[in-house]
C-alpha cells in the first residue's frame, strides 16, 4: 500500500503552475508497474500516469505501446513453459493419444465379430488398455493448474488494459464498441499462443466435466431409490465405467424403463420363454412394454440374458454378444432400465429430456 501514494507523488511533479516532462524514476517506475503481474500496481500506474496532464500523454502512450508489447511477449513465454511445464500441453499430448485409441477401439467394438471367442478375448485386452490410458488422462487433467493460469490470465489482462487505455489515443479505436470481456476474446483470438491455450484450457476442463457427470450419475444411480436393488446399480456401474473410458455418455437408471425390463424378466422366468417378442398381450415388443410401463422417452435399445444372478456375468455375457454390445455402446442413449427375475436380465436403453 506504501508504493501507491509514492508513484502518485513523483507524477504530481509541476514548475510554474503546468505539468513537466515525467521525471526518468517515474518513467521506470511506472513502467514496472504497468507490466507487473498484480492488477492494483497496474492500475496505480495508470492513474498516475493520467494525473500528469496533457504535457505527458506522448510519454505516456509510448510506455502504453511497450507494456502492450511486453504483454504479448509474456503470453508467448509463459504457454511455452518459462513460468514452469505448460499442464495443459502435457495434458493434450497424452488426450490426443486417448483420442486416437478411442477411435481405433470403438471400431473394434463396434464389429461384427460373429461371437469368435478369440475376438472377444482381443476386445477385452484392448478395453484394458484403452482404460488405463484414460486413468493416466485423468489424472493430468486433475493437475493443479493454479499457478500456471494466473501468469497467463495477468499478462493477458495486463494486454486488455493497455489495449483499452491507448483508444485514448487512436481516432478510430479498434475495439471502440466492444466490451472489455469481448475484446478480451477478440485479442485472444488474435493472438496465436493465448488461442491454442485456451482451447488445451477447454479440452482439459471438458475432461473435467465428464469425470464429474461421471460421478453425479453414479451417485444418482445409488440414491435411486427403493426401486432399484443393489445388482441394478452394480451392473449400471460396470457399464458406465466402460462407456466413459470410450468417451460416452454415462446412462442414468430410469425408474419406468426399469419396470418394463423388469416386468419382461419375470414374464420370461414365469412362462419359460427366452425372446424380445412376448407372448405375453399388450407387451409383444420392448416399445410396448416401455410404453405401457409408462415410460415417456424413446426407448432405443434390449438386451436380454439368461444363466446368472451376477450383475458381471450378465455384463460379459452381452460384451460377447456383438449385438449385444452395440446396444450397450450406443452413442445416443442417456437413460437405462435394467431389471432382474432370478437368473434372467433384460436391459434397455433410451432417451430422455
Known amino acids: 500500500m506504501r508504493l501507491v501514494p509514492l508513484l502518485l507523488c513523483a507524477a504530481t511533479l509541476t514548475v510554474n503552475g503546468q505539468t513537466t516532462a515525467p521525471p526518468a524514476d517515474f518513467v521506470k517506475r511506472a513502467g514496472q508497474w504497468m507490466i507487473s503481474p498484480d492488477p492494483a500496481k497496474r492500475q496505480a500506474a495508470y492513474r498516475s500516469w493520467l494525473q500528469l496532464g496533457e504535457g505527458a500523454m506522448k510519454d505516456y502512450e509510448k ?3 511497450i507494456s502492450q508489447k ?4 509474456k503470453i508467448d513465454k ?3 513453459g518459462e513460468s514452469g511445464k505448460n499442464p495443459y500441453e502435457i495434458f493434450d499430448l497424452e488426450c490426443r493419444e486417448l483420442e486416437s485409441e478411442r477411435e481405433r477401439v470403438m ?7 460373429k461371437k469368435e471367442g478369440r475376438k472377444i478375448d ?4 484392448e478395453m484394458k488398455s484403452l482404460t488405463k490410458l484414460h486413468a493416466r488422462v485423468n489424472k493430468l487433467a486433475l493437475a493443479d493448474t493454479k499457478t500456471f493460469d494466473a501468469a497467463f490470465d495477468a499478462a493477458v489482462s495486463g494486454l486488455c488494459e493497455a489495449t483499452r487505455e491507448l483508444e485514448r489515443f487512436e481516432e478510430e479505436p479498434e475495439f471502440a464498441t466492444l466490451d472489455d ?10 493472438h496465436l499462443e493465448a488461442k491454442n491455450l485456451v482451447k488445451l484450457r477447454d479440452k482439459l476442463l471438458a475432461a473435467r466435466e465428464a469425470m464429474t457427470r ?3 450419475t453414479d451417485k444418482a444411480n445409488k440414491e435411486a431409490g427403493n426401486w432399484a436393488d443393489s445388482s441394478m446399480y452394480e451392473f449400471a456401474k460396470v457399464l458406465n465405467r466402460e462407456r466413459d473410458v470410450c468417451g460416452l455418455t454415462p446412462l442414468r437408471l430410469e425408474e419406468k424403463l426399469s419396470d418394463a425390463s423388469k416386468g419382461h424378466s419375470a414374464d420370461m422366468a414365469r412362462l419359460g420363454f427366452f425372446a424380445h417378442e412376448s407372448p405375453v398381450p399388450n407387451k409383444k415388443t420392448p416399445w410396448d412394454r416401455a410404453r405401457l410401463a409408462g415410460f415417456t422417452g424413446n426407448a432405443s435399445g434390449e438386451n436380454i ?7 458381471q456375468a450378465a455384463y460379459d455375457g452381452w460384451f460377447g454378444s456383438d449385438g449385444h454390445r452395440f446396444i450397450m455402446f450406443a452413442g445416443g442413449p442417456n437413460v437405462l432400465g435394467v431389471g432382474i427375475s432370478g437368473v434372467h436380465w433384460t436391459m434397455m436403453t433410451g432417451s430422455k429430456n
Open 78 to 80: 509463459v504457454t511455452r
Open 63 to 65: 510506455a502504453l505501446r
Open 107 to 113: 471400431k473394434l467394438i463396434r464389429t461384427d465379430w
Open 181 to 190: 470481456e469481448e475484446m478480451r476474446e477478440e485479442l485472444i483470438a488474435g
Open 122 to 125: 482381443m476386445l477385452r485386452d
Open 305 to 311: 440374458y439368461m444363466g446368472s444372478t451376477n450383475f
Open 214 to 216: 461421471l460421478a453425479a
Open 70 to 73: 511486453y504483454h504479448e511477449q
